[in-house]
């Protein structure tokens, strides 16, 4: 069974920067996506950024040109850095794992996806 855990996060300024990462063990596959969603109370979830096996990433429009995806290959762990951050970004951000990869952008639907991380706050303040 796939386990994923979330982690960073935290309290920063507008403009500053802040860092999430998600670490995934125990699935067998080279094949798998690994994305991050965010939700705000009231509103559903909300994809932000999804990063395949291959390599690729995709933004949503919201993020795009300020948040960027990292990996670590030697602990399976991959990061997503968010700079230029503003008070709209200011939710719990989840990251999700599948085994397969994407041909179109059913990325963005989160029950695309069959295992999630804890969520981890992220609060930007003015």
């Known amino acids: 069974q796939v386990r994923v855990v979330g982690s960073g996060g935290g309290l920063v300024q507008a403009g500053g920067s802040l860092r999430v990462s998600c670490a995934a063990s125990?699935?067998?596959?080279?094949?798998?996506?690994v994305a991050w969603f965010r939700q705000v109370p009231g509103k559903e979830r909300e994809f932000v950024a999804v990063?395949?096996?291959?390599?690729?990433?995709y933004f949503s429009d919201h993020v795009k040109g300020r948040f960027a995806i990292s990996e670590d290959y030697a602990t399976n762990t991959l990061s997503l850095q968010m700079n230029d951050l503003n008070i709209e970004d200011t939710a719990i951000y989840y990251c999700a794992f599948t085994g397969r990869a994407f041909s179109n952008r059913s990325y963005v639907r989160a029950q695309e996806y069959e295992s999630w991380g804890q969520g981890t706050q992220v609060a930007v303040v003015s």
């Open positions: 990063r395949s096996w291959t390599g690729m990433s």
């Open positions: 125990g699935y067998g596959s080279t094949t798998y996506s």
